[in-house]
């Protein structure tokens, strides 16, 4: 039988104490097991969508899909529900990032789905809260990239596009990254993608530059438009927001 680490060193350190004892010592030298590697889960970032140009990112959309179920906010029963099956011990888990995660915790992040826990908005901090409970969510690429960025800079996701489901046939819940055929049919995971990876690369160019300035009006054109919503009409205008379903 296997012995852990721990018990390996309880039993050396035992036998340092017996000899110890014999020899009419006090005290004698003790071995401890190493710490576990610090989880950074709250400063983590991965630059992985610096390196997407429009082929690499034309390459990843090909072979993505997820399943993703529609809901305009959730409750606290729903997020206990999502909470239990991030920490259920299943292989395969029940939810990852490329299984529905990156939808709900963009749309948190985003505000088009709320999070009805207490009186204020809290979505964006229960979206960086349910990050690092994703089985894959410190695994280097473009989902991960963009949610982590996200977390990092909790303003940016309401200036960000929304996620709308354009789709002329929409009864299935499984999103793909490049609609198949030619017939008309659009891919709304992919358009949200391409946007959303647009933008964020935009915005790291420098100070001055044209497609920064453009990319900044129209983040913030869209913000006003969301505000102006809510003051007219009393709603959240981020649209019906969604949660992942494994």
Request: charged content about 25%; proline content about 7%; aromatic content about 6%.
């Amino acid at each position: 039988e296997k012995l852990s680490v721990v018990e390996v060193l309880l039993c050396k350190n035992r036998r340092s104490m017996l000899r110890s004892e014999a020899a009419g010592l006090r005290s004698c030298p003790v071995d401890v097991p190493a710490p576990p590697k610090a989880n950074r889960w709250i400063s983590h970032w991965d630059d992985t969508l610096r390196q997407f140009d429009t082929a690499k990112l034309d390459r990843f959309l090909e072979d993505l899909q997820m399943r993703y179920t529609h809901q305009r906010s959730v409750m606290l029963d729903q997020i206990v529900t999502i909470v239990g099956q991030l920490n259920a011990v299943r292989n395969p888990p029940l939810l990852t990032v490329e299984q529905g995660g990156f939808l709900l915790l963009f749309n948190l992040f985003q505000g088009a789905t709320e999070a009805r826990v207490v009186d204020k908005p809290c979505s964006g901090s229960l979206a960086t809260l349910l990050l690092p409970l994703f089985p894959d969510a410190h695994e280097p690429g473009l989902l991960n990239s963009i949610l982590h960025t996200l977390a990092r800079k909790p303003l940016l996701g309401p200036f960000l596009p929304e996620f709308v489901d354009t789709r002329k046939h929409n009864r299935r819940e499984v999103f793909v990254g490049i609609a198949p055929g030619d017939d008309g049919t659009e891919a709304p995971l992919g358009t949200l993608i391409k946007n959303v990876l647009h933008e964020l690369l935009a915005l790291s160019r420098p100070s001055g530059d044209a497609t920064r300035a453009a990319v900044q009006r129209r983040m913030l054109q869209r913000r006003v438009d969301v505000l102006t919503k809510e003051r007219m009409f009393g709603f959240g205008g981020g649209g019906w927001g969604v949660w992942g379903g494994g």
